[in-house]
Structures are given as structure tokens and as C-alpha cells.
């Protein structure tokens, strides 16, 4: 079955490092999703992206944020500059639809767990 | 604004009897729903979808209930069973988007 894989598991960086997360979404979705889950809390959205160009994004989903799909399987999400407050699970997702075919879910995967230090 | 909650932040109930996980939402917009489990150090996982033109959706031991006129969704778990055990979430996506915004989730416990 397929799936949507997230690299690497689990990620420790000093604070003020970048780092680059990175996802591989199944193959014949459209919209690409990343979300993140702070410890014990809800999973918040922090971006979609649809047709090579971000569709939405959230309040969390400031300047020190980017995501980029450099080629034609990989969706990366890099913080610039990463905070302590970044420390959270991210979890990418990705969806098939086409207009006029209604509804799907959107599928997760196991995602990385961020650990700023 | 939109905002999607849960009543129950923790849900306890013994193995063979049935689950009812509640949620409200806010956005009278949203025209689609999912009812997602996440154990332990996983992703949320697909359990069962409803759109806003269905008022009952069931699959295998589950059920999900929408009710618009309260702004209401619930997931109905049949024979709870140990593996059941996990924190659900249900999320909406409001008409016109592809955004997905999770509720805050309730922790299913199944006692033996």
C-alpha cells in the first residue's frame, strides 16, 4: 500500500540552526500538506501546497519557514533559524484530488520529530 | 473564526463495549470531515470520512454521526478492543479549501 515517508525519524539541532525535513508523498497526489504536533496537543496546519506554489498556510507559518518540491517525489519544509518553541513533531501529508471528484483524506506520514536544543 | 473541539479529553471504557467520541465544530462551512486515530509516536491514520450532505456513515465497527444543525460529529466504536486504544482526532475542511484543521483530540483507554 502506499505511503507517504518522512526523513529523517527524529532530528536534534542547536538553536538558530536550519534544518531541512523531508517528505515523499505518494505518488499521484496533488496537494502536499505539513502539520505540526507539539507534545500531548492537537496537530496544527501549517501549510498546503498545490501546483508548485503554497495554497494556504497558517499564523505559525512565518518567515522562518520555506518549502520547496526540488524535484518530482521529494517536499521538503526548512526552518531557517530554528527556536526551542520549534520542538514538535511534523507530520507531512499529502492528497489526491481532482476537481469535481469529490472529497479524500489526506494521508500522514510517521513523521520527524524536531528537538531543538 | 474556525475551530474545531472535543468534549472529553479522555475516554475510559472495558474491552466488548462500544466507544462514542464527541466533537463540535464551529465553521458551518465545512463540507467535509475525517475521523483520524494516532497512537503512540505515529501519524494520524485514516479511519472513516463524512460529507456534509450525509448525516451516517458506518464501516467496520465504526460509525460516524454528522449533525449540522448543531455542529456536531461523533465516532461510534463497536466491541472496543484493546488495539482501539489511542487518541482520536476529528478534523474539517471547510468548501472551497484543502486545509485540514484538527480538533484537540480525546484519549481512548480500553480496559481489560
Known amino acids: 500500500e502506499p505511503e507517504v515517508t518522512q526523513t529523517p525519524s527524529h532530528q536534534v539541532t542547536q538553536m538558530g540552526q536550519e534544518v531541512i525535513l523531508r517528505c515523499v508523498p505518494i505518488?499521484?497526489?496533488?496537494?502536499f500538506y505539513w502539520y505540526r504536533q507539539i507534545l500531548g496537543q492537537k496537530v496544527e496546519f501549517l501549510v498546503s501546497?498545490?501546483?508548485?506554489?503554497?495554497?494556504?498556510k497558517s499564523e505559525i507559518f512565518d518567515d522562518q519557514f520555506s518549502v520547496e518540491r526540488p524535484d518530482g517525489s521529494n517536499f521538503t519544509l526548512k526552518i531557517r533559524s530554528t527556536k526551542l518553541e520549534d520542538s514538535a513533531m511534523y507530520f507531512c501529508a499529502s492528497l489526491r484530488t481532482v476537481q469535481g471528484m469529490g472529497n479524500t483524506e489526506a494521508f500522514f506520514g510517521q513523521g520527524t520529530r524536531l528537538t531543538v536544543v | 473564526g474556525e475551530s474545531v473541539g472535543l468534549h472529553l479529553p479522555t475516554l475510559s471504557v472495558q474491552e466488548g463495549d462500544n466507544s462514542i467520541i464527541n466533537c463540535a465544530y464551529s465553521?458551518?462551512?465545512?463540507?467535509?470531515f475525517i475521523w483520524y486515530k494516532q497512537e503512540s509516536g505515529k501519524g494520524p491514520q485514516f479511519i472513516i470520512d463524512i460529507r456534509s450532505n450525509m448525516d451516517k456513515r458506518q464501516g467496520q465497527r465504526v460509525t460516524v454521526l454528522l449533525n449540522k444543525t448543531v455542529k456536531h460529529l461523533s465516532l461510534q466504536i463497536a466491541a472496543t478492543q484493546p488495539g482501539d486504544s489511542a487518541v482520536y482526532f476529528c478534523?474539517?475542511?471547510?468548501?472551497?479549501?484543502?486545509?485540514?484543521?484538527f480538533g484537540t483530540g480525546t484519549r481512548l483507554k480500553v480496559l481489560a
Open positions: 478534523a474539517e475542511k471547510a468548501s472551497g479549501t484543502y486545509k485540514y484543521i
Open positions: 505518488s499521484n497526489h496533488l496537494y
Open positions: 465553521n458551518s462551512a465545512s463540507d467535509y
Open positions: 501546497f498545490y501546483n508548485n506554489e503554497i495554497s494556504e
